[in-house]
């Protein structure tokens, strides 16, 4: 069974830091890019930060850079998302997604981890 497992969210002040992990069992992880993704109250999902299979290419939206960083390990078949200098403009659910690029039907993503930023 395939499972995308995110944590580490929570309430934090701006200018805070957050590293949110996403655990991934069922599948073969390795072959897989890992795609952060967040969703604020009343918006589009939109792209946060993606990673190649063997995590040696990284991709950032233009409002995270510099800000955020995604590394995964492949061993421990875990993604991460460390996040500095959070706005509140970063409020939003945070999702991970694993995409198969040889098959785009192996399109799999968590349930989300809330980050809250506010003082």
């Known amino acids: 069974q395939v499972q995308l497992v995110e944590s580490g969210g929570g309430l934090v002040q701006p200018g805070g830091s957050l590293r949110l992990s996403c655990a991934a069992s069922?599948?073969?992880?390795?072959?897989?890019?890992m795609t952060w993704y967040r969703q604020a109250p009343g918006k589009e999902r939109e792209l946060v930060a993606a990673?190649?299979?063997?995590?040696?290419?990284?991709n950032y939206a233009d409002s995270v850079k510099g800000r955020f960083t995604i590394s995964r390990d492949n061993g421990k078949n875990t993604v991460y998302l460390q996040i500095n200098g959070l706005k509140p403009k970063d409020t939003a659910v945070y999702y991970c997604?694993?995409?198969?690029?040889?098959?785009?039907?192996?399109?799999?993503w968590g349930q989300g981890t809330q980050v809250t930023v506010s003082s």
């Open positions: 990673i190649t299979r063997a995590g040696d290419s990284t």
């Open positions: 997604n694993a995409l198969d690029v040889t098959n785009s039907n192996h399109n799999y």
């Open positions: 069922g599948f073969t992880f390795s072959r897989y890019v």
